[in-house]
């Protein structure tokens, strides 16, 4: 995958698939006023728990019965493909197999009756088992790699709950599959490692209880074909709920927005559920893909999506250009550790953090470059995370002789971050962020190069 040394976007991009906010198609204020119910909308906290704020970096986890079949087009990162079409039918995410397969002409199309014979898709929950599943190391390894919470995917756009949700019958990994609570699991060892627990939901899709025709343009993702009706929302909503009661999240991290018919407080409506979350979880937090109901925090997506000027945003994205694993994927598709790092502190400097993703095989085992990654994540963060926990980003600087350069400041110290050939480099102090005492002759280094971990030095800030 090419370097990127700015590897979240400043401005907005064409609508895709996952990062598909239909908050920008359904009008706040209608939601907000629909049924009288404005002043409760209202009322609904906006929080920044501390957690939450000096959390550079999280992890996601999208496993499902789509790592089956593990198969994409490892075609290129969401945000760099400005037509629907190609993007659709071309689709790189493995999590997006149920409706890729149905796009006629699409070589996942093509690859699903070569490879399964054109077989239903719920084959693939019967198929799927998990020996190699050790929640446990995961969680470890996650708080290695430097990370404060996990947001696991619990139901995906394909409707399998990994949980025994209320109304799913046996359609779910405690029943069939698996037969285990895959959500219980983690969230134990998650909460035994440390660490904070979220849940990723889709709530705009569920192509199983609310089949449509292929989705193949960002219209159909967030307007033509999302199920808009009340019970499907309270189907929704009741999943949640249990969600919350069982596992306790401090993240409700919906995806692709919510019914609208639904937006409302009555029971089993939008409405009640986040009080009820907010309530029952006092350092809790939801993300912005709820159709414009509420936020309290913005996520972009790879390149896809805005970053906001003052409000906390957090950018989501895969070690390859999937979610869900995906076996045609390899080391050209895949992040390296430096880039990782580097990735994290970009967004720290501009004052986000990173929901980093990992897509475990069918059999629970995490893919060896992915584990690559997060080892060196953890080298990083062992010396570093300190210095990027709470900081306020300096943003990016021009270093003479770096090819990359960000800036943090903590506790009264600037802390740069720079990357470049590897070799001796004198730096100018010029060149540094001002009002900290650098030395008046500059600044010796030594870089480890593009593909090493970052250098870093410090100064307090001046007298």
């Not at 996601?60 to 493909?81: K, M, Q």
């Not at 029971?267 to 893909?289: K, M, Q, S, T, W």
């Not at 720290?348 to 060896?368: K, Q, T």
């Not at 990359?404 to 100018?428: I, N, P, T, Y």
Request: aromatic share 10%; hydrophobic share 35%.
């Amino acid at each position: 995958m090419p370097e990127s040394e700015n590897p979240m976007p400043e401005n907005p991009v064409p609508e895709s698939p996952e990062a598909e906010h239909p908050e920008s198609r359904t009008a706040e204020g209608r939601v907000r006023t629909a049924g009288g119910e404005a002043a409760r909308w209202d009322a609904l906290p906006q929080r920044l728990p501390d957690w939450f704020r000096d959390a550079p970096l999280g992890i996601f986890i999208h496993w499902g019965a789509y790592a089956v079949p593990a198969w994409a087009e490892p075609t290129a990162e969401l945000g760099e493909v400005a037509d629907d079409q190609e993007w659709f039918a071309h689709n790189p995410y493995a999590e997006w197999y149920f409706n890729t397969i149905r796009i006629e002409g699409s070589p996942a199309a093509e690859h699903h009756r070569e490879v399964h014979g054109g077989a239903p898709y719920d084959e693939f929950l019967d198929q799927w088992e998990t020996p190699a599943f050790d929640p446990a190391a995961w969680a470890e390894l996650f708080h290695r790699a430097g990370a404060d919470y996990v947001v696991p995917t619990t139901k995906h756009h394909d409707g399998i709950a990994l949980w025994d949700a209320p109304g799913t019958g046996d359609r779910n990994t405690v029943r069939r599959g698996p037969r285990r609570d895959l959500v219980g699991e983690i969230a134990e060892a998650v909460a035994g490692a440390g660490l904070r627990l979220g849940v990723y939901y889709s709530g705009g899709l569920d192509w199983h209880v609310r089949p449509t025709e292929p989705l193949v343009s960002g219209q159909d993702v967030g307007d033509l074909k999302r199920p808009r009706d009340d019970e499907y929302g309270r189907y929704c909503s009741a999943h949640v709920r249990d969600l919350i009661d069982r596992y306790h999240p401090d993240v409700f991290w919906n995806d692709i927005g919510w019914p609208d018919e639904n937006f409302h407080f009555g029971e089993g409506g939008l409405g009640e559920l986040l009080e009820h979350f907010y309530a029952v979880r006092p350092e809790g937090l939801i993300n912005d893909r709820f159709a414009g109901a509420h936020a309290d925090f913005v996520t972009t997506e790879y390149q896809a999506g805005e970053i906001p000027e003052d409000r906390p945003w957090e950018n989501c994205r895969g070690i390859g250009l999937s979610f869900g694993y995906n076996q045609v994927e390899d080391a050209e598709q895949y992040m390296s550790g430096a880039q990782a790092v580097r990735h994290v502190v970009d967004a720290v400097s501009r004052g986000g953090r990173v929901l980093l993703n990992v897509g475990p095989r069918a059999d629970g085992s995490l893919p060896e470059l992915q584990v690559a990654v997060l080892e060196a994540l953890g080298e990083f963060m062992t010396e570093h995370k300190a210095h990027l926990a709470g900081a306020r980003g300096l943003g990016a600087l021009e270093v003479p002789g770096t090819s990359w350069a960000r800036a943090v400041e903590k506790g009264g110290h600037a802390h740069v971050f720079l990357s470049g050939h590897r070799g001796a480099l004198h730096l100018d102090a010029a060149a540094l962020p001002a009002g900290y005492d650098w030395p008046t002759g500059g600044v010796d280094v030594r870089l480890a190069g593009e593909g090493g971990l970052p250098t870093a030095i410090s100064a307090p800030a001046a007298d």
